[in-house]
């Protein structure tokens, strides 16, 4: 590299650099119209060893804390044994790996360096939002409708939060309606710290073989949605993109306590430009927690006992997220 270039690239290192950010620093190449960097210059930040578990394929990091996982050609990761999507797929050129920036800044180094708040400003009260309700129903299968088991896991999940001492807020709590839009707003003026919109999944294709549980975060400004076809390519930023480091932090702890305690199928952390996520003006996920459509899936689903169970991990996950932030 020539002094000009040099300087170059540091001075874009200066522009993007912050104490947490150590990847601001490293050198930048373009592939697939995004910003990537050197696998092993960002490993190199964080003191990790690489592995190639299947030479050219799969590469592991570790180091005394963590480990990751990361396919190449793939959007899948894992950290710490919990499948999260990336923005842009893992990339092999000529031997070198290489990840895209706006996935380290905004889906790994959230959860590898937790944001923090200040002292002042600690968790205080949960918005729940069971999703659907009224004149929308949600998924149905049979007699079965997603709205009455959303209200039934957000009731247990409400007394779980309550008894840990937080203060706890919902959008509903009977049998109505509530525009999309409306539902963060409503975690706003309750003065809310966090949202939380529970959902149950269900498939019209494949009902015996697609279960498990996924969390969603909101989509970062600039990269595809998880579930995007590639057709769709709504890149745009919204509000709720201020809480990227959080809402991240906040969908893994919850799908990591999911996938750890109960016995689900990990479907991911993954990123959607919902309604109820875009304009959140405070860090919000979408829990999906189970699939309807699934035989056994939806015998626990419509359990009592296992909803208990349910609410149990999605609060120890919200819990997490606090014990993170506010340490
Ligand atoms: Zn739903």
């Known amino acids: 590299m020539n002094l000009a270039a040099a300087a170059l690239v540091s001075l874009a290192g200066l522009l993007t650099a912050s104490a947490q950010n150590p990847s601001g620093k490293l050198e930048r190449t373009s592939l697939f119209g995004s910003e990537y960097i050197r696998l092993t210059d960002w490993a190199g930040t964080g003191h990790w060893q690489v592995l190639w578990t299947r030479r050219n394929e799969e590469v592991q990091l570790t180091n005394s804390w963590s480990k990751l996982v990361f396919t190449v050609d793939s959007h899948r990761a894992e950290i710490n044994g919990v499948t999260i999507f ?59 409708q997603e709205k009455d088991y959303t209200l ?45 919109s529970l959902h149950f999944n269900a498939v019209l294709a494949d009902k015996e073989e697609i279960k498990g549980v996924e969390v969603y975060c909101l989509t970062p400004a600039g990269s595809e949605s998880t579930n995007a076809r590639g057709d769709s390519a709504d890149t745009s930023a919204c509000a709720g993109n201020r809480f990227d480091a959080k809402n991240m932090l906040l969908a893994y702890e919850v799908q990591k306590t ?20 875009r304009n959140a003006r405070l860090p919000a996920v979408l829990i999906e927690a189970g699939f309807m459509s699934h035989p056994q899936e939806s015998k626990r689903i419509f359990d009592p006992q296992y909803r208990r169970q349910l609410a149990r991990a999605i609060a120890d996950g919200i819990l997490a997220y606090k014990r993170l932030v506010e340490r």
Do not use: M, W, Y
């Open 86 to 144: 990336l923005s842009s797929p893992v990339a092999l050129r000529n031997g070198t790996v290489f990840l895209s920036l706006l996935d380290v800044e905004t889906a790994l180094n959230p959860v590898l360096f937790p944001p923090r708040n200040t002292v002042s400003v600690p968790i205080v009260r949960v918005c729940l939002d069971p999703g659907h309700g009224g004149k929308d129903p949600g998924n149905e299968e049979g007699r079965r």
């Open 258 to 277: 999911l996938v750890r305690t109960l016995p689900v199928e990990d479907r991911g952390v993954k990123r959607a430009r919902f309604a109820v996520l």
């Open 152 to 196: 039934l896991l957000a009731r247990d999940l409400r007394e779980l939060l309550a008894a840990s001492g937080l203060k706890v807020a919902v959008t509903r709590n009977g049998d109505n309606f509530i525009p999309l839009p409306d539902r963060s707003e409503l975690a706003r003026k309750q003065d809310a710290d966090l949202f939380v």
